[in-house]
């Protein structure tokens, strides 16, 4: 049976109370203490939690069984540490972005009395992985390859994080800047590696499989199946129905990088680059409007599909062609392609 929402969250706590445990070793204050308590449940809880019940549903498909209690709760901590890893990188980015809201909530930043005191809060929520890893882990014979991997794949993230920012700021539109190729970069490394990558390889060292040939076959799948992820974002910022996306594209006005306006640069006229170059990175719906107009004139859509499924056909075929003998499972990776093709939202 897949994990559940609640039976994830339900591990949380005792987490919350390890960490909490490891501040009063210091005496930290009863003012912070509370503050670092309300920065975790504000800024970790509440997402999706895709990547960490991804972490949970692998381990059992590699081990081809149920879990155990402690099996559980150990994959479930794995998982909760990249939710942790999300919470660090969402508080840091909404910052740089100057966003307003986070999960229907008003960003951690923007909170009474927060303000720039949630650069330190995301230091911590990034220093809590390694406290609970060293906590739960540091006995087994893997431990040392979770903490590099942790540290691995934070600083691919933050070079895709670096590439975005200086490629598309949001307050300079310069679509010389864009390209495919820093597209490609960015959702390979800020999004691929820690979404799709991360809970498998996690999941293949807790279950006894991650031989260097397992890891390469696995990251050789997953790395382009996360780019298609992001694609298919782009894709449905766009095009999706807002009320069944559950949110308002806003990347046309925000200035980004996207595969739809790089797609729309590689096949726009002179004419047509003019009203992109008038029209793109602008706080301004009439503006958008243009924009969006123009992606169905050039026939974004139909693009995205022929994408969509000649991406789908070639992982597959990589799925296909998956060398077992290790252990490693096929299933694994169709489970993921399954959650995510063709997706509404």
């Known amino acids: 049976m897949p994990a559940t929402r609640q039976d994830f969250e339900e591990v949380f706590p005792r987490l919350v109370a390890d960490l909490k445990e490891h501040c009063d070793k210091?005496?930290?204050?009863?003012?912070?203490?509370?503050?670092?308590?309300?920065?975790?449940?504000?800024?970790?809880?509440?997402?999706?939690?895709?990547?960490g019940l991804s972490v949970i549903d692998t381990t059992q498909l590699l081990l081809g069984r149920e879990l155990s209690e402690d099996e559980y709760f150990k994959t479930a901590t794995l998982g909760w540490m990249i939710e942790l890893l999300q919470a660090f990188f969402l508080v840091s980015d909404d910052i740089m972005d100057a966003s307003k809201t986070r999960r229907g909530q008003p960003c951690w930043y923007l909170?009474?009395?927060?303000?720039?005191?949630?650069?330190?809060?995301?230091?911590?929520?990034?220093?809590?992985?390694?406290?609970?890893?060293?906590?739960?882990?540091?006995?087994?014979?893997?431990?040392?390859?979770l903490v590099e991997l942790f540290h691995e794949v934070s600083f691919q993230t933050e070079l895709g994080q670096s590439c975005d920012l200086l490629t598309a700021p949001e307050d300079h539109v310069?679509?010389?800047?864009?390209?495919?190729?820093?597209?490609?970069?960015?959702?390979?490394?800020?999004?691929?590696?820690?979404?799709?990558?991360?809970?498998?390889?996690?999941?293949?060292?807790?279950?006894?499989?991650?031989?260097?040939?397992?890891?390469k076959q696995a990251e050789d799948i997953l790395i382009?199946?996360?780019?298609?992820?992001?694609?298919?974002?782009?894709?449905?910022?766009?095009?999706?129905?807002?009320?069944?996306?559950?949110?308002i594209g806003t990347d046309i006005?925000?200035?980004?990088?996207?595969?739809?306006?790089?797609?729309?640069?590689?096949?726009?006229?002179?004419?047509?680059?003019?009203?992109?170059?008038?029209?793109?990175?602008?706080?301004?719906?009439?503006?958008?409007?243009?924009?969006?107009?123009?992606?169905?004139?050039?026939?974004?859509?139909?693009?995205?599909?022929?994408y969509e499924e000649k991406r789908v056909s070639e992982l597959r075929e990589k799925v296909a062609q998956l060398d077992e003998s290790d252990g490693l499972k096929k299933g694994v990776f169709d489970e993921f392609l399954r959650k995510i093709y063709k997706r509404s939202k």
């Open 174 to 215: 310069d679509l010389d800047n864009f390209s495919l190729e820093k597209y490609t970069f960015i959702v390979i490394y800020k999004t691929a590696y820690y979404s799709f990558y991360l809970p498998v390889a996690l999941a293949m060292h807790f279950a006894g499989y991650a031989s260097p040939k397992n890891l």
């Open 224 to 247: 382009p199946m996360g780019e298609y992820f992001q694609v298919q974002d782009d894709y449905l910022d766009n095009f999706a129905d807002p009320s069944v996306l559950g949110k």
């Open 253 to 306: 006005q925000d200035n980004k990088c996207s595969w739809l306006v790089n797609q729309a640069l590689k096949r726009c006229s002179k004419e047509q680059r003019d009203i992109l170059e008038h029209n793109y990175g602008r706080k301004d719906e009439a503006c958008e409007a243009t924009v969006k107009k123009l992606y169905d004139e050039l026939d974004l859509e139909k693009v995205y599909k022929e």
């Open 111 to 145: 909170m009474p009395n927060v303000g720039m005191i949630a650069i330190n809060d995301a230091f911590m929520l990034e220093s809590s992985i390694y406290l609970l890893l060293r906590k739960y882990f540091r006995q087994e014979k893997y431990y040392i390859d």
């Open 26 to 51: 210091y005496k930290l204050p009863e003012q912070a203490l509370k503050w670092f308590e309300q920065s975790l449940h504000h800024n970790t809880l509440g997402g999706k939690y895709n990547r």
